[in-house]
């Protein structure tokens, strides 16, 4: 805690010292990804889709046996602090047992606030943008251990990146910590399911342009690099999952934006030409 308050303290020197400010508006007014296509990871490499359907009366057979799993659900959140000086992006994320309750954490609290300076916090959980001249060298000297100061291919944070993509990729990192920490740091011996609250891995539309057609906007080719890096880091730690017989299963509810079932058309309702999105299948059938 006394780091931060150092903080406050050495942003009201800047104030006083009438430090130049270099803040972007530009940064924060749109998302770099405003189209996004949740797909499957098979997609990538095939360009295929799989789709399973399951009756209710499948579903109702198997309950009984479900209730007997360890069900872990994993959620992920983020907050802003947006001041004149700084852009702070405040993240966590939480595997949370049905039966024992918070499993992993990050930030863990209790760490963070007890923590000593031999072995101080276990997780960052903060992404910091310094937007003002003669403050960056004291961010990075003293916040580097809780906060993210670059993006996830050692890029800079800078007032003009996008601060959209910022928060997105904390929160992915702070997924990918939480669930490498579940995978190597647990001993978990009874049957186990994971559900992530979201899809496994979603792919923004410029990405998927960007494999395939080459003609995603070079000005966004920084926020597809750091996404393809945390996808491939997440893709790595779920497959260690499964090794370890923990299914990991998304839950995706925004289905208005994804359009896998107009795409495979398992009902044979939709003009190839054309796609709909989900919702807008589900309500023709």
């Given at each position: 805690m006394t780091d931060l308050m150092n903080m406050l303290k050495k942003l009201y020197e800047v104030s006083v010292n009438s430090?130049?400010?270099t803040r972007?508006?530009?940064?924060?007014?749109?998302?770099?990804f405003d189209d996004l296509e949740y797909i499957e990871a098979n997609v990538l490499e095939t360009g295929e889709f799989d789709i399973e359907k399951y009756s209710l009366d499948t579903i109702r057979n198997e309950f009984d046996e479900l209730r007997k799993i360890n069900i872990l659900g994993l959620d992920s959140s983020s907050r802003v602090i947006d001041t004149p000086y700084l852009f702070i992006g405040v993240g966590s994320a939480f595997i949370i047992s049905r039966t024992k309750g918070a499993l992993v954490k990050c930030p863990d609290f209790y760490d963070f606030i007890l923590s000593s300076k031999k072995n101080r916090y276990p997780c960052r959980f903060l992404s910091i943008v310094p937007e003002v001249e003669g403050i960056r060298d004291f961010i990075e000297e003293n916040f580097a251990e809780i906060a993210y100061l670059k993006n996830p291919n050692n890029i800079p944070?800078?007032?003009?990146?996008?601060?959209?993509?910022?928060l997105?990729?904390?929160?992915?990192?702070?997924?990918?910590?939480v669930l490498k920490q579940l995978v190597?740091?647990?001993?978990?011996?009874e049957p186990t399911l994971l559900f992530l609250d979201g899809p496994l891995y979603f792919i923004p539309a410029d990405l998927h342009q960007y494999m395939y057609r080459k003609t995603s906007n070079l000005n966004n080719n920084v926020y597809v690099n750091a996404w393809i890096t945390l996808m491939n880091e997440k893709t790595r730690i779920i497959k260690q999952a499964y090794?370890?017989?923990?299914p990991v299963i998304?839950?995706?509810?925004?289905?208005?934006?994804s359009t896998l079932l107009s795409k495979t058309d398992p009902f044979k309702i939709c003009d190839?030409?054309?796609?709909?999105?989900?919702e807008a299948y589900l309500s023709i059938v």
């Amino acid at each position: 805690m006394t780091d931060l308050m150092n903080m406050l303290k050495k942003l009201y020197e800047v104030s006083v010292n009438s430090n130049i400010f270099t803040r972007s508006e530009t940064s924060r007014s749109r998302k770099p990804f405003d189209d996004l296509e949740y797909i499957e990871a098979n997609v990538l490499e095939t360009g295929e889709f799989d789709i399973e359907k399951y009756s209710l009366d499948t579903i109702r057979n198997e309950f009984d046996e479900l209730r007997k799993i360890n069900i872990l659900g994993l959620d992920s959140s983020s907050r802003v602090i947006d001041t004149p000086y700084l852009f702070i992006g405040v993240g966590s994320a939480f595997i949370i047992s049905r039966t024992k309750g918070a499993l992993v954490k990050c930030p863990d609290f209790y760490d963070f606030i007890l923590s000593s300076k031999k072995n101080r916090y276990p997780c960052r959980f903060l992404s910091i943008v310094p937007e003002v001249e003669g403050i960056r060298d004291f961010i990075e000297e003293n916040f580097a251990e809780i906060a993210y100061l670059k993006n996830p291919n050692n890029i800079p944070y800078d007032q003009f990146y996008n601060k959209y993509a910022i928060l997105d990729e904390l929160r992915t990192r702070l997924e990918n910590n939480v669930l490498k920490q579940l995978v190597h740091e647990y001993n978990i011996h009874e049957p186990t399911l994971l559900f992530l609250d979201g899809p496994l891995y979603f792919i923004p539309a410029d990405l998927h342009q960007y494999m395939y057609r080459k003609t995603s906007n070079l000005n966004n080719n920084v926020y597809v690099n750091a996404w393809i890096t945390l996808m491939n880091e997440k893709t790595r730690i779920i497959k260690q999952a499964y090794e370890r017989n923990i299914p990991v299963i998304g839950i995706v509810k925004r289905i208005y934006r994804s359009t896998l079932l107009s795409k495979t058309d398992p009902f044979k309702i939709c003009d190839k030409k054309s796609y709909i999105n989900d919702e807008a299948y589900l309500s023709i059938v």
